[in-house]
């Protein structure tokens, strides 16, 4: 029967797809063979192309051999490229790009709040419902509520998207100025706020203070700290010169992250822009400062700050969110199941107790099962005094420890993503090749020296220096002081006083009069053979450029043998090429190689040189 075209078309290019360069362990298809190496396909042809990554893969897997990825240095490149790989790719864009965009949202207003915040002790009989209902009543004066109720009163503040709760903050946004929202009461703690004002963010701003203390200088300190500001002194240096501690002296004032700033500052930093320092400085306890803007982002998300804002969301309580948004898009998929079991025993602890199946499953993320005895010897390691927690209390704990457990299996199985595994085994193999050169080969050449003199001797007509003039060198940017040079040079006893006179001399256009030099310069030098200056004893003179030069061959040197310390570096190099060449010749007598059908003659089709 015959085949139809579709088929011999698809099988056509299977076969195209389906060719592989194998070394060993390792193997690369003709397409991501074209894509890596493209460069040298086009530009070093086809069969070098080949050749060198053959060379490559064997040495890497001699790196293996050797064990080079115990190393410290390889596992901490690895374990770093991991972490930032994880900073800006474990979360799925569709998760982390709208919890981005609602958090830069939410921080163009500041709200002022006033906070009851109570955690229940026990013998706490206080009705909190009732206590809230009276405060929203006018009643009872929340400020009374709090004075009677809550130990640590937090003042009156501005507060941010980010630095509270998030649902707490969600509320606080929907809520009027003068109004209070609704009152929030779990795992003990009893919150609820009153709204007192609402004003425009300036933005992400980062700034720094100068400070000084309000003592009898205080006047003198002030006066001369705007006056240095004023002459045009940046901020940074002003603070490093007459800063009032370490923190403003080493790191100009600097102050990391953004806080709420006072009503004075935030009063005097409105409308103005980088490089604004406050005009009148603010007492805060019992310091003067002046605050400085070094830099202000809108909070308007764009292409270049979404990095930035993302780190901002990763250090703020918007983190637990995101981590509650990833974790219910994997609790909805197909890979994560609860067993019948886990129902049970999340009813309460006692019901936890009496379960006697050790090895019944709970819960499955991908391939990861915990069964009961797996919780159990959790919990017994974690907690103590268990038997008084309610069945709701209990029940959470559970979800909390399922939470944890699914993310760290989510964060674990990331590098085994196909496009992280990619990248992180390109990094390995460079690795092992950095190891090979920088190592490897290094350590087996320098751990003989002996083979090295014996390399020298047998190849010492290699190491030669070339003939050479033992000359001094005068270049003189202005030609009225070329006689006075070289009648000076032509007397050696006169040279150090030469050079003397004109050290550190410039020209009125800001040029060195006259730079020296002088040593071995060799006779096929550009001074000899495109400056035209004769190979010869005695004072000649050329021009380079716009410069004269004088140049006085003192002595003619004839070629000669380097000794073996001159010509250690170079013998070493030359015996690394050679062990490298037997190093790849004894991988290939041990590893096989498999090119097969087809690769070269479609790399050769595609890439013709």
């Known amino acids: 029967m015959k085949k139809s075209l579709f088929v011999l078309a698809a099988l056509a290019t299977h076969a195209v797809f389906g060719q592989s360069l194998v070394v060993g362990d390792q193997s690369i298809t003709l397409k991501d063979f074209k894509e890596k190496y493209k460069y040298g396909l086009e530009n070093t042809g086809v069969d070098a192309t080949i050749n060198s990554t053959v060379e490559f893969m064997l040495l890497q ?28 790719k474990l979360i799925p864009s569709a998760i982390l790009d709208p919890i981005v965009a609602n958090y830069v949202k939410a921080n163009q207003n500041e709200y002022r709040i006033l906070v009851f915040n109570v955690i229940k002790e026990e013998g706490d009989t206080n009705n909190y419902d009732q206590i809230y209902k009276d405060v929203k009543a006018g009643t009872t004066k929340m400020e009374d509520a709090i004075l009677t109720y809550v ?63 309000n003592d009898f200088n205080t006047d003198e300190s002030k006066a001369k700290i705007y006056s240095a500001l004023k002459s045009g002194k940046k901020f940074e240096d002003v603070t490093k010169e007459l800063g009032s501690t370490d923190h403003e002296r080493k790191a100009g004032g600097l102050v990391f992250g953004s806080p709420i700033l006072p009503d004075e500052v935030y009063a005097q930093f409105k409308g103005k822009t980088k490089g604004y320092y406050t005009t009148e400085p603010v007492k805060i306890d019992n310091k003067y400062f002046i605050f400085n803007i070094y830099n202000i982002e809108p909070y308007q998300l764009t292409a270049d700050n979404k990095e930035f804002f993302i780190r901002e969301v990763k250090n703020s309580t918007y983190a637990n969110q995101v981590t509650d948004e990833v974790l219910k898009s994997i609790m909805v998929a197909p890979n994560y199941k609860e067993y019948a079991d886990l129902a049970t025993i999340k009813k309460s602890y006692a019901d936890f107790k009496a379960f006697k199946n050790p090895s019944a499953p709970l819960f499955q993320y991908k391939t990861k099962t915990e069964k009961y005895a797996d919780l159990k010897n959790y919990i017994e390691k974690n907690y103590k005094d268990l038997d008084k927690i309610t069945p709701k209390e209990w029940s959470a704990l ?86 006075e040079v070289k009648k000076e040079m032509s007397d050696t006893k006169k040279w150090d006083a030469l050079k003397a006179k004109y050290d550190k001399k410039l020209s009125d256009k800001n040029k060195i009069l006259v730079s020296f030099e002088e040593g071995k310069v060799p006779a096929t030098a550009e001074v000899f053979t495109e400056y035209k200056v004769p190979y010869e004893k005695g004072i000649h003179q050329t021009k380079v450029k716009d410069r004269d030069v004088i140049v006085a061959v003192d002595e003619l040197l004839p070629e000669e043998t380097m000794t073996f310390e001159e010509a250690q570096d170079s013998v070493k190099d030359a015996m690394t090429e050679q062990f490298l060449k037997d190093t790849i010749a004894n991988q290939k007598k041990k590893i096989k190689v498999d090119i097969q059908p087809g690769f070269v003659e479609d790399l050769k089709k595609t890439f013709k040189k």
């Open 61 to 88: 897997q001699l790196a293996k051999e050797k064990k080079a990825d115990t190393i410290t240095s390889f596992r901490n490149a690895v374990g770093m490229r991991v972490r930032d790989l994880k900073e800006t």
């Open 151 to 213: 130990k640590n009163p937090v003042p009156t503040t501005f507060i941010k998207a980010g630095t509270v709760d998030n649902e707490l903050f969600d509320e606080i946004e929907k809520t009027p100025v003068g109004s209070y929202t609704k009152l929030f009461s779990a795992n003990g703690s009893i919150v609820f706020a009153k709204v007192l004002d609402k004003r425009p963010s300036l933005g992400y701003i980062t700034f720094g203070t100068i400070s000084y203390p």
């Open 398 to 483: 559970i979800d909390y420890h399922i939470d944890n457990s699914v993310y760290s299996a989510f964060a674990e199985e990331f590098t085994e993503r196909p496009e992280i595994k990619k990248e992180l085994d390109d990094l390995r193999q460079n690795l092992y090749s950095q190891w090979i050169f920088d190592d490897y080969l290094k350590a087996e050449i320098n751990k003989d020296v002996a083979k090295q003199k014996a390399y020298y001797e047998s190849h010492k007509d290699q190491y030669k220096w070339e003939k050479s003039a033992k000359s001094r060198v005068a270049i003189i940017s202005d030609p009225k002081l070329v006689s």
